[in-house]
């Protein structure tokens, strides 16, 4: 079956740029989308096809995707972005999501 | 208000069965493909099941095959997770999410429903 690979946690500064990566075989042939999970709520969407921002969410969140790895990266992280980040794709209609990142804001 | 609103969670002994509903509002229900999507306590997320907007396609994980239905009612905009042979595994917080036009990403989500399988 299908695997998302994510380191289980990264560390950042406040203003700093966080990179969360997401690894699966040819990963680049997919979309990706990016979830973030605050404690106790729901997932909400950050990220889709790639590189994509839905309405709402802050410009310092951007996201790329090549070959077999997906990146998020958050710029000037702010502590309101102190969450869980999950990366997500679809192999054949089956719904696959990473294993997701404890992003904390030191 | 766009809101997605699931119940029907709740304690149930291994093997039983439970229905779960989603009711969506403020969202025009029969234009999108639908899904559940569980969550573990202190675990990732895991996707569970997708239904098109007419509920002719449908796709599982291959954990839940056989045991899990979904289905929806465009006229009550609402879906359904029908739950069978439940597992302690099973335990979970499901949420109901709608997937955006155009692929599939997950652009609304609802606040869940604790699943506890136990005896």
């Known amino acids: 079956s299908y695997e998302l690979t994510q380191p289980p946690s990264v560390s950042v500064s406040p203003g700093q740029t966080a990179s969360i990566t997401c690894s699966g075989d040819?990963?680049?042939?997919?979309?990706a989308s990016w979830y973030q999970q605050r404690p106790g709520q729901s997932p909400v969407l950050v990220i889709y096809?790639?590189?994509k921002r839905p309405s709402g969410i802050p410009e310092r969140f951007s996201g790329s995707n090549s070959r077999n790895t997906a990146t998020l990266t958050i710029s000037g992280t702010q502590a309101m972005d102190e969450a869980d980040y999950y990366c997500?794709?679809?192999?054949?209609?089956?719904?696959?999501f990473g294993t997701g990142t404890q992003v904390t804001v030191l | 208000e766009v809101q997605l609103v699931e119940s029907g969670g709740g304690l149930v002994q291994p093997g039983g069965s439970l229905r779960l509903s989603c009711a969506a509002s403020?969202?025009?229900?029969?234009?999108?493909?639908m899904s559940w999507v569980r969550q573990a306590p202190g675990k990732g997320l895991e996707w569970v099941a997708n239904?098109?907007?007419?509920?002719?396609?449908?796709y599982y994980v291959d954990s839940v095959k056989g045991r899990f239905t979904i289905s929806r009612d465009n006229a009550k905009n609402s879906l359904y997770l029908q739950m069978n042979g439940l597992r302690a595994e099973d335990t979970a917080v499901y949420y109901c999410?709608?997937?955006?036009?155009?692929?599939?990403?997950?652009?609304?989500w609802g606040r869940g429903t604790l699943v506890t399988v136990s005896s």
């Open positions: 999410a709608r997937l955006g036009i155009g692929d599939w990403h997950f652009d609304l």
């Open positions: 403020g969202v025009t229900f029969s234009f999108y493909w």
């Open positions: 239904i098109k907007q007419d509920g002719g396609e449908k």
């Open positions: 040819k990963l680049g042939d997919k979309y």
């Open positions: 096809q790639d590189s």
């Open positions: 997500q794709a679809w192999d054949s209609s089956t719904g696959v």
